[in-house]
């Protein structure tokens, strides 16, 4: 079975530093999809950035930016010039592209950007 | 505009009641899921389908139930076997296959237990 682990329950950084959420994951298989979500107060989850597994180079999406070790199993996300509105919930998930597909998530990770 | 909607966005339910939460979507997705958030958490799988007619247990099935007769609609039943059903739900949905593989979330139902 597929596990996400997110070892960080709360972070906090300052508006215009750059943060760095951790994401491991446990899985046998060789070909998935990884991606980070993030849950404003609104609840509304959002894609931020998806990963391929067979992709060797590492997904951007402008200030968000992944650290994939496929090797180690990680899967970080660099959040660059913080902003304020990125003061969320952040889930870590993962799904496998096999028959029996499923999206699992990690337990998440707080982030509070202050001034 | 293609999107998934869930309804209604609040119930409350008796003690011994079954109810069930809606969840339609309208972007040809082979797949949906329904999750259950408590209060600081994360998301935990409750049941998944990949195609009409066939679903999954997930990680936290007892006490639910779902039915899939239809591309577009995944309800879920929440029964009186659930002992502590208080919980924000979410449905998604999403293609499983292909390189733009990702999940589309509902806006969550929020269940309550009077």
């Known amino acids: 079975a597929q596990t996400v682990t997110q070892s960080q329950p709360e972070m906090s950084v300052q508006e215009a530093e750059t943060v760095t959420l951790s994401c491991t994951y446990d899985?046998?298989?060789?070909?998935?999809?990884l991606f980070w979500y993030k849950q404003p107060p609104s609840r509304q989850m959002i894609l931020v950035i998806r990963?391929?597994?067979?992709?060797?180079q590492n997904a951007t999406e402008n200030r968000f930016s992944v650290n994939f070790q496929k090797a180690a199993k990680s899967f970080s996300l660099k959040i660059s010039d913080s902003q304020l509105g990125d003061t969320a919930m952040y889930f870590c998930a993962f799904m496998n592209t096999g028959t029996a597909s499923k999206l699992t998530f990690g337990t998440g990770t707080r982030l509070q950007v202050t001034l | 505009d293609g999107g998934i909607t869930q309804s209604p966005k609040y119930l409350f339910r008796k003690e011994g009641q079954n109810v069930t939460l809606s969840c339609e979507q309208n972007l040809n997705h082979d797949a949906m899921y329904w999750y259950r958030q408590d209060p600081g958490q994360g998301l935990r799988l409750i049941y998944y389908?990949?195609?009409?007619?066939?679903?999954q247990k997930g990680d936290i099935a007892e006490g639910y139930s779902v039915s899939r007769e239809k591309k577009e609609s995944f309800p879920l039943t929440v029964t009186s076997a659930q002992k502590n059903p208080t919980a924000f739900y979410l449905c998604?949905?999403?293609?499983?296959?292909?390189?733009?593989?990702?999940?589309?979330f509902g806006q969550g139902t929020r269940l309550t237990v009077v």
């Open positions: 998604a949905s999403s293609p499983w296959r292909g390189t733009n593989t990702e999940a589309f």
């Open positions: 899985t046998s298989e060789n070909n998935y999809y």
């Open positions: 389908s990949q195609i009409v007619n066939d679903f």
């Open positions: 990963q391929e597994a067979y992709k060797q």
